[in-house]
């Protein structure tokens, strides 16, 4: 029986399971299903969950914040920022919400760091159009 090798990677680590037999993701044509011999394929997966069916495991469930999946010569590879893989569908999704959360915090907070940092400049600007104005009418 042909299976397809997943290589899951990240920016810390990586996971590599031999024993595929499918895989069902999502991209922004919507859900699609990958087997075995397939002809090669790429796509950006959307921000969620993914799974895949392991001849050891049963069914996997990837969460990704989005990956770059690519397959070919029945090597799947996903690649993204971070990745979790659970058997259990209730406690991944619930991290997946978890992460999602503090994505969010840490962007909201990257806004206002660069908000701030905005105001700055053109403070700065406004103060250096004062002095050139005053130097002006001397």
Request: glycine content about 6%; some cysteine.
């Amino acid at each position: 029986m042909t299976l397809i090798t997943l290589v899951l990677r990240d920016v810390t680590h990586g996971q590599q399971y031999e024993d595929v037999s499918s895989f069902v993701g999502e991209d922004k044509t919507g859900s699609f299903g990958l087997l075995p011999n397939h002809d090669r394929f790429m796509t950006a997966l959307e921000m969620g969950l993914c799974r895949f069916k392991s001849t050891g495991h049963g069914w996997l469930y990837v969460a990704t914040s989005g990956a770059l999946l690519y397959f070919y010569r029945n090597q799947l590879t996903l690649t993204t920022r971070h990745f979790m893989v659970d058997s259990n569908y209730d406690r991944i999704s619930a991290a997946l919400a978890d992460q999602l959360l503090a994505e969010e915090i840490r962007l909201r907070d990257q806004k206002q760091r660069l908000r701030q940092m905005e105001e700055q400049v053109f403070k700065r600007l406004w103060e250096l159009r004062r002095s050139e104005t005053a130097y002006s009418h001397d």
